[in-house]
């Protein structure tokens, strides 16, 4: 059974000496966790599709102080995500992190959803994120260590309308986490999954404008208010960091209480 290095003596949660590869990082939750694991002294590898947005990250980074640099590759092309992730670990060194953050959405009701829409959602956010995943697990396994975390979804534990490819692709995420922690536990990998409530990000554009769902959002969740992308920086470290080594195959609710109440 491989070894975890544990708590260790040094500062609660340092990450000092890790890479850490967040996919989705140009914006969004991606970007905060990108600044939050680099701010423990990660150093990250900040993934996007648009070379121009992750390298506008990479600046703000350094700007922090942080350590970074961009890997762009569209996580749809799985041989030139996976050939830029080991040309990547070339230069930097082994992946210790991975942020399994890239993802889409597509919006419409079930009876009217289209079958190429549903395989599109499916495939970037369940397909690539296992075939990516399981790319960085290999090497974690053989070393003995490694931090996975998924974006997994409150609408895989609460059903919502008009969401049906990607609570379909968040709820298998949930189940692979519980399976790949059975097998990676013993080589020294956790796995575990954030699931965020209802973020102000990209991806929930749709509904910010919308006066009839912020009110019911802000009823519905104790908290009263939208999460931040910021809300979920915190929790990435601590699953991310040694301090979290006996954590593995949990889905972590950032939800401000949504999930917790009828």
Not at 130 to 150: D, P, Q, S
Not at 215 to 239: C, H, I, K, N, Q
Request: net charge neutral.
């Amino acid at each position: 059974m491989a070894s975890d290095p544990g708590c260790g003596t040094g500062p609660l949660f340092s990450l000092a000496g890790q890479v850490a590869l967040v996919l989705g990082a140009s914006r969004g939750i991606g970007r905060a966790c990108a600044f939050a694991l680099g701010r423990q002294g990660a150093r990250v590898l900040v993934n996007g599709r648009d070379a121009g947005r992750a390298a506008r990250t990479v600046r703000e980074l350094g700007e922090a102080g942080i350590r970074a640099e961009a890997v762009v590759f569209d996580v749809d092309d799985l041989q030139g995500a996976t050939a830029a992730m080991d040309a990547a670990e070339a230069r930097v060194g082994p992946v210790d992190i991975l942020f399994a953050n890239a993802g889409v959405q597509h919006r419409a009701p079930l009876l009217e959803f289209d079958l190429a829409d549903f395989q599109r959602v499916l495939f970037t956010n369940l397909t690539a994120q296992w075939a990516l995943a399981r790319h960085a697990a290999r090497g974690m396994a053989a070393r003995g260590h490694g931090r996975i975390v998924f974006t997994g979804s409150i609408t895989a534990i609460l059903g919502r309308e008009n969401v049906t490819a990607y609570t379909a692709a968040k709820g298998a995420l949930h189940a692979l986490v519980r399976q790949w922690s059975a097998e990676l536990a013993a080589r020294g990998v956790t796995v575990n999954a954030l699931a965020p409530g209802y973020i102000r990000t990209d991806l929930t554009q749709a509904l910010h404008g919308d006066g009839e769902f912020d009110a019911w959002l802000r009823r519905r969740t104790p908290a009263g208010r939208w999460g931040t992308p910021e809300d979920l920086a915190s929790a990435m470290v601590f699953l991310a960091a040694r301090e979290s080594g006996f954590v593995t195959g949990q889905i972590l609710a950032v939800d401000g209480g949504l999930s917790a109440t009828m």
